[in-house]
T-cell receptor, first 114, second 113 residues
């Protein structure tokens, strides 16, 4: 069974530039999560979807971040105008439903904003 | 804001020793608890879950949950150098059908050969 795949693996930007992260979850998993993980900290939820619907985006900085999952499969997270404070690893995870189910994480995209 | 506090921040144990991790949550709505492990350069991987009070054992790993004190712990016996990693406690809320997870800041384990 293929795991969660993410691309790119690394990105380096200047402040003000835009970047998109792509995630392909495990086939059949209806729930998809995006997390931000600053260096040596725990993952912090940005947004999560059940199928194509956003369930919780309360921690997503809506002025610069956006996330979509148009067909309930792949997902894209976009930062419109990156800041140095956005430097972190961005993790995508999927699970077969909710209610305490295990999350399967991708390898992450390590973003550096100069 | 719901929080999950982990201790200690870092831990060193000799090969073959016992490693113990602690986690305290701030909200009685947390129902489901997971332990994840993250090796450098990889995404976190689930180790085990615990949903009911008491102990749960899986191989070298034992988790303990006390919902009254909002405390969950993980113990690794016979620690191996490959166990060196960052360990996270994750708690899932269950109110209003929103099952989002809250992760702790992590405990870094180093197993010394």
């Amino acid at each position: 069974e293929a795991g969660v795949t993410q691309s790119p693996r690394y990105a380096v930007l200047q402040e003000g530039q835009a970047v998109s992260f792509w995630c392909d979850p495990i086939s059949g998993h209806d729930t998809l999560y995006w997390y931000q993980q600053p260096r040596d900290q725990g993952p912090q939820l940005l947004v999560y979807f059940r199928d194509e619907a956003v369930i919780d985006n309360s921690q997503l900085p809506s002025d610069r971040f956006s996330a979509v999952r148009p067909k309930g499969t792949n997902s894209t997270l976009k930062i419109q105008s990156a800041k140095q404070g956005d430097t972190a690893t961005y993790l995508c995870a999927s699970s077969p439903g909710t209610g305490g189910r295990e999350q399967y994480f991708g390898p992450g995209t390590r973003l550096t904003v100069l | 804001q719901q929080k999950v506090q982990q201790s200690p921040e870092s831990l060193s144990v000799p090969e073959g020793g016992m490693a113990s991790f602690n986690c305290t949550s701030s909200d009685r709505n947390f129902q489901y608890f997971w332990w994840y492990r993250q090796h450098s350069g990889e995404g976190p991987k689930a180790l085990m879950s615990i949903f009911s009070d008491g102990d749960k054992k899986e191989g070298r790993f034992t988790a303990h949950l006390n919902k009254a004190s909002l405390h969950v712990s993980l113990h690794i016996r016979d620690s191996q150098p490959s166990d060196s990693a960052l360990y996270f406690c994750a708690a899932s809320l269950s109110n209003t059908g929103n099952y989002k997870y809250v992760f702790g800041a992590g405990t870094r384990l180093k197993v010394i050969a």
